[in-house]
Structure formats: C-alpha cells, structure tokens
C-alpha cells in the first residue's frame, strides 16, 4: 500500500485550516476542512474556530480513537469533543455563527478487508476500482447550497415567516449567516459542529478492499473548476497529489480564481 498525501494553505491564509489523518498504525486516513467562521473567535495560540474544529477531529482520531470502535461512532464521538472544547472556551452554541465547524472523509481499513468511510459536508472520497470504474462513493452535501437556501427562504416566506428580500442576501456575509442556519437539516448540508444532529447526517458505508486500485480523499481546496470529480481523480493518479495541487494553485493565480486551503491523500493498493 503507498500512501501519498499534500497539505497547503491558502496563499490568502496565515495557517491552513484543512487538516490531515494519517495514522497508519491502525490504518485511518482522513482529511478535515474546518468551515472559516464568521465571528473573531481566537484561542490563547491565535488559532480561529475553522483551525480548531478540523485539528480536534484529526487528533482524536491520532491518539484518541480505540481501533475496535466503529468509524461512524469515532465521527460522533470527535464531534462531541468538538462540543466539549467550544463549553471549554464559552462559546454560545445557541448561535449557528458561532459553532466551530469542520467537513470531514475518513477511512479505515478493516482486519476482514474492508474498507469503511465516513462523510460530512463536500470532503470527499472517490476510488478506483480494478476493473477500470471510477466511484465517487460520497456525496458533496454543500453543493449547490446557495440556491437550496434561496429556494428555502421562499418557502418561509410563503409560510409568513419574516425573511429579507433576496437583494439583502446579496451580501456574502448575510449569505453566509443564512446558510449557516441549514447545517444539518434537511434542505441543508452535513457538517460537524457539535450539535446532536450531526449523528443523523453522516453518511458512510464499505467498500471491499480487494476491488480496489486506489482510493483518494480531498478537501474541496483540491476541486479543480473545469473538471468533475472522477477528471480530477484521473489527474491525480497520473501525477500525483502534490503536483495536481501546485499545478491547480498556478491555474487559480493565472486565472484570478479564489484558492482554498488544499488536502488531499491518494492510497495505491
């Protein structure tokens, strides 16, 4: 098994907010992207609630996480520690803007040859099966998410509850605001930000490890904006994670397009 794996901030950031899991002691990967927040939240290091909430579920699953428990239950668990640290710091978690969140895609690789996967939010996880087939086995729950949202107000408003005309949503902090309120819930997205909800909207399954050529995890950082997801998986096999990276974040300089902290591990089997 050969194990490839790139991490990068974002030129516009002073740290990454994406974090990776590479404990391969008991054979769990993952990567982490810690949603950027919108309140000034700053731990006793400088660190926001982005760094915070994607590094908790990395280190949990480095030391803390007993290699015989589910990886789905590892999930909830990290995000209840996640909770346990935002109670630490007095954060009011009445507020969805002021959650520490973070989307995740781990994998572990079971003692009978499975390979289990566990998702939250637009990390993703795609393999490659040895007859040639490309899978995405996860679905990007984020995408789309701001027309998802305007088709939600316009159901509330037709309920008569109050919400601004759309030309106050124009604003991208008052559209961040609003999405913020669909995380976990049905007409929204899946992430992990401590709430009981999050049980409820991890999406996870196996795949049989002896079916598989290789099998890649990435932040959205790593998305490339003229390629779908299996073109990006292709790329990336024929290259490998960190020369994909640093030739996407060349496109996204040339180009003007905004780059994103960026995490990725490719598994050859």
Known sequence: MRVESFLRKAPSKNVSEDAILLNEKINVYGVFDGATPLTPFQDEQGMNGAYLASNIFKDYFTTHYPENLPLVEGVAAANRLLKAHMEKYGINQE??????STCAAIIKFEKDGMISFAQLGDCMIIAEYQNGLIKVLTRDTVKNINYRA????????????????EEYFQDRKKQLYFNRTLANKPFGYSVANGTEEVGDNIQHGQVRGSELKAILLLSDGLFHPDFSLDETFKKIRN???SAYAIELERHEMKNR????DKAGIMITL
């Open 95 to 100: 507020k969805v803007e002021h959650l520490w």
């Open 150 to 165: 305007r088709v939600w107000r316009e159901e509330l408003r037709k309920q008569g509850v109050h919400i601004p005309d």
């Open 239 to 241: 290259a490998n994670v």
């Open 257 to 260: 397009l905004r780059s994103d």
